[in-house]
């Protein structure tokens, strides 16, 4: 896992631009902590920063591979996990390779099959790749979009980047809100639109998607994409394809030259991650499977059931690692750090994220980093199970918006009157709602209610788990660690897809069917488990620490805040701890002390960012 930057000027020469290069590439220093390299000509400048998971000595880059008497560079980001099946095809055909990375058995994967590698690749990835006789630069990223990449276009220059920060320190590229980023800050955030970003002018290539750029412009194209289809499958049938998908996606996660384990909540989604990779451990006669755990000081005191977190993760965790053949550890962090680490994790996002709930997992990394380099997740079960409340509430399901976030009279009162009456948020919402709506494939044969899971699902997968990847890279990548999720095999989503929802939730359950798969290989308890979200911190002492510190925003007559927002709405909202706004921020995790967070986030984001305004 690692970082790169790149610049490209087909009608100029860009050989000069090493001082810019590097400026860019600094700023991924976190990504990449233990190599850095540069490759420039008069066309074509790549900068990466690397974290080395594979191949010390045989993965350095940009790689550079000449071949029939051409040049081809890469930078990328990620993992391929098909590399054992790619390298044979290679060798069958006459290639040699030198190493044992996954990024030589990319790149020479792309020499053989040109453009179309795209189809050749089960893993996640942001690649660039300059073709040198061709002239020609060639970018994709993952099927479901678990590594970032991003762009520009400036003139006839492309930038890219695998952080916006990289973008933003070219000399030519301004920091600026306009009204569509306004609208994404305050009404889509802290998720946003495929493809766009809370920046004017600065775009995401979308998951499943490669870009060219030659002589002939800039050309995005889509490679893959949820395809609706009958489920001719048995329940039988369907079951042993679900249980082989999951089992050989997570062994072909397991591989990495550095120490590895796997989160561990005590949930469904993590333990079933966990059961398969410690009997991995064991058949294969390795150290028991390391398991990391996140607890807050005093939460188990101060713990409130509640519909979306109906109990506590530790006797869980206990008796899964009871069952397996695990070292377990617990990470315990205090309030105090959550809040301090709120600006961290908005740069790491470069931009207001979702509060402590990223401000935890930055520093559960952080914690975890100290003796591990790769994770192993339960990230993104509940999207393709359909594992969320909002599958089963009629309330969500006839909102007519996206169900993670209903509060929208409460998010355009936040705006400050002068930019209220100039951004309709409710409009902006509700295009971009039913424009992601649009792209959904119901069957003729779908029943009335897979129709409707249909939507939500796609809505979910396509929004709020990109929310939740961008997540896992930015605050585990801040600590040069990389996180792995095996539920993001794109074969597992495109297949569980087309599962009718009355058998996906078998017995009216959510994720009933992954439930039904696991009851012979997971503790009873474990399997019948209501779902309980990642864990968040319910010591009074942060309500009052992130109370404080916005208060003390609102107390500056200087603090950018009061520029944009409705003072007086969010000194209500501090009078009534986050009570006058009335629904969750966002998704069920983001409710009172989480928006004043979020808030502060904001004005740091502001202070630190200094966007330039227009309306």
Same mark, same amino acid.
């Given at each position: 896992?690692?970082?790169? !930057?790149?610049?490209?000027? =087909?009608?100029?020469?860009?050989?000069?631009?090493?001082?810019?290069?590097?400026?860019?590439?600094?700023?991924?220093?976190?990504?990449?902590?233990?190599?850095?390299?540069?490759?420039?000509?008069?066309?074509?400048?790549?900068?990466?920063?690397?974290?080395?998971?594979?191949?010390?000595?045989?993965?350095?880059?940009? +790689?550079?591979?000449?071949?029939?008497?051409?040049?081809?560079?890469?930078?990328?980001?990620?993992? %391929?996990?098909?590399?054992?099946?790619?390298?044979?095809?290679?060798?069958?055909?006459?290639?040699?390779?030198?190493?044992?990375?996954?990024?030589?058995?990319?790149?020479?994967?792309? %020499?053989?099959?040109?453009?179309?590698?795209?189809?050749?690749?089960?893993?996640?990835?942001?690649?660039?790749?300059?073709?040198?006789?061709?002239?020609?630069?060639?970018?994709?990223?993952?099927?479901?979009?678990?590594?970032?990449?991003?762009?520009?276009?400036?003139?006839?220059?492309?930038?890219?980047?695998?952080? %916006?920060?990289?973008? =933003? /320190?070219?000399?030519?590229?301004?920091? !600026?809100?306009?009204?569509?980023?306004?609208?994404?800050?305050?009404?889509?955030?802290?998720?946003?639109?495929?493809?766009?970003? !809370?920046?004017?002018?600065?775009?995401?290539?979308? $998951?499943?998607?490669?870009?060219?750029?030659?002589?002939?412009?800039?050309?995005?194209?889509?490679?893959?994409?949820?395809?609706?289809?009958?489920?001719?499958?048995?329940?039988?049938?369907?079951?042993?394809?679900?249980?082989?998908?999951?089992?050989?996606? #997570?062994?072909?996660?397991?591989?990495?030259?550095?120490?590895?384990?796997?989160?561990?909540?005590?949930?469904?989604?993590?333990?079933?991650?966990?059961?398969?990779?410690?009997?991995?451990?064991?058949?294969?006669? =390795?150290? $028991?499977?390391?398991?990391?755990? #996140?607890?807050?000081?005093?939460?188990?005191?101060?713990?409130?059931?509640?519909?979306?977190?109906?109990?506590?993760?530790?006797?869980?965790?206990?008796?899964?690692?009871?069952?397996?053949?695990?070292?377990?550890?617990?990470?315990?962090?205090?309030?105090?750090?959550?809040?301090?680490?709120?600006?961290?994790? +908005?740069?790491?996002?470069?931009?207001?994220? +979702? /509060?402590?709930?990223?401000?935890? =997992?930055?520093?559960?990394? &952080?914690?975890?980093?100290?003796?591990?380099? !790769?994770?192993?997740?339960?990230?993104?079960?509940?999207?393709?199970?359909?594992?969320?409340?909002?599958?089963?509430?009629?309330?969500?399901? &006839?909102?007519?918006?996206?169900?993670?976030?209903?509060?929208?009279?409460?998010?355009?009162?936040?705006?400050?009157?002068?930019?209220?009456?100039?951004?309709?948020?409710?409009?902006?919402?509700?295009?971009?709602?039913?424009?992601?709506?649009?792209?959904?494939?119901?069957?003729?044969?779908?029943?009335?209610?897979?129709?409707?899971?249909?939507? #939500?699902?796609?809505?979910?997968?396509?929004?709020?788990?990109?929310?939740?990847?961008?997540?896992?890279?930015?605050?585990?990548?801040?600590?040069?660690?990389?996180?792995?999720? $095996?539920?993001?095999?794109?074969?597992?989503?495109?297949?569980?897809?087309?599962?009718?929802?009355? +058998?996906?939730?078998?017995?009216?359950?959510?994720?009933?069917?992954?439930?039904?798969?696991?009851?012979?290989?997971?503790?009873?308890?474990?399997?019948?488990?209501?779902?309980?979200?990642?864990? &968040?911190?319910?010591?009074?002492?942060?309500? /009052?620490?992130?109370?404080?510190?916005?208060?003390?925003?609102?107390?500056?007559?200087?603090?950018?805040?009061?520029?944009?927002?409705?003072?007086?709405?969010?000194?209500?909202?501090?009078?009534?701890?986050?009570?006058?706004?009335?629904?969750?921020?966002?998704?069920?995790?983001?409710?009172?002390?989480?928006?004043?967070?979020?808030?502060?986030?904001?004005?740091?984001?502001?202070?630190?960012?200094?966007? &330039?305004?227009?309306?």
């Amino acid at each position: 896992m690692c970082g790169f !930057v790149g610049i490209s000027n =087909l009608k100029e020469d860009i050989a000069n631009c090493k001082n810019i290069i590097t400026k860019m590439n600094d700023t991924l220093s976190k990504r990449g902590p233990d190599e850095q390299g540069y490759y420039i000509n008069n066309h074509i400048a790549l900068g990466h920063k690397r974290l080395i998971v594979l191949d010390p000595d045989g993965g350095k880059q940009p +790689m550079i591979q000449r071949y029939y008497e051409n040049e081809y560079v890469i930078a990328y980001n990620g993992q %391929i996990y098909n590399t054992k099946e790619l390298r044979d095809t290679l060798i069958e055909n006459g290639f040699t390779l030198e190493g044992h990375s996954d990024t030589e058995v990319l790149l020479k994967s792309y %020499i053989h099959f040109g453009n179309d590698v795209i189809h050749h690749l089960n893993g996640i990835f942001a690649f660039a790749i300059w073709n040198q006789n061709k002239q020609e630069l060639f970018m994709a990223r993952d099927h479901l979009g678990v590594k970032p990449l991003f762009y520009t276009l400036k003139d006839d220059t492309l930038l890219f980047a695998s952080e %916006i920060k990289a973008l =933003l /320190a070219h000399p030519f590229i301004e920091c !600026v809100l306009d009204k569509q980023g306004f609208s994404e800050l305050f009404g889509i955030g802290p998720s946003h639109t495929p493809g766009t970003t !809370v920046f004017k002018d600065i775009f995401e290539l979308k $998951p499943a998607h490669f870009a060219i750029f030659n002589k002939n412009g800039f050309k995005i194209e889509r490679y893959w994409k949820l395809i609706s289809k009958e489920h001719t499958d048995s329940f039988g049938t369907t079951c042993d394809k679900i249980k082989f998908l999951l089992q050989d996606s #997570i062994t072909r996660q397991l591989i990495s030259d550095k120490p590895l384990c796997t989160f561990l909540s005590g949930g469904l989604d993590s333990s079933i991650i966990t059961k398969f990779a410690a009997d991995f451990s064991k058949k294969n006669d =390795l150290e $028991p499977l390391d398991t990391y755990s #996140i607890d807050y000081v005093d939460n188990d005191k101060n713990f409130v059931k509640s519909d979306f977190q109906p109990n506590s993760d530790n006797y869980y965790i206990s008796l899964m690692n009871h069952n397996s053949y695990t070292t377990h550890h617990s990470i315990v962090i205090d309030t105090p750090e959550l809040a301090s680490y709120l600006e961290d994790a +908005m740069i790491a996002r470069d931009m207001p994220g +979702m /509060a402590d709930i990223d401000s935890s =997992l930055l520093l559960f990394c &952080k914690h975890v980093k100290k003796d591990m380099t !790769v994770a192993l997740t339960g990230e993104c079960a509940d999207e393709i199970f359909g594992g969320y409340p909002w599958f089963f509430r009629e309330d969500s399901l &006839k909102s007519n918006t996206f169900p993670w976030s209903i509060a929208i009279d409460e998010r355009q009162k936040l705006l400050n009157s002068d930019i209220s009456n100039s951004i309709n948020l409710k409009e902006y919402i509700d295009f971009r709602y039913n424009e992601s709506l649009s792209e959904v494939d119901i069957l003729p044969t779908d029943s009335t209610e897979t129709a409707e899971k249909r939507k #939500i699902s796609y809505l979910t997968m396509n929004w709020f788990m990109q929310t939740l990847l961008d997540r896992s890279d930015r605050m585990a990548m801040y600590n040069g660690f990389e996180l792995r999720v $095996p539920f993001c095999d794109y074969r597992l989503a495109e297949y569980v897809w087309n599962i009718p929802w009355e +058998m996906k939730a078998l017995k009216g359950r959510e994720k009933g069917l992954l439930r039904y798969i696991c009851k012979d290989f997971l503790p009873d308890e474990i399997v019948d488990r209501k779902k309980s979200p990642y864990p &968040k911190t319910h010591n009074p002492t942060y309500l /009052a620490k992130v109370k404080e510190m916005l208060s003390d925003i609102m107390k500056r007559q200087d603090a950018p805040i009061h520029s944009i927002l409705n003072s007086e709405y969010i000194n209500e909202i501090l009078e009534t701890d986050g009570n006058a706004f009335t629904r969750p921020w966002f998704g069920q995790l983001m409710t009172g002390p989480q928006l004043m967070a979020y808030l502060c986030q904001v004005n740091m984001w502001l202070e630190k960012y200094g966007p &330039k305004i227009e309306l």
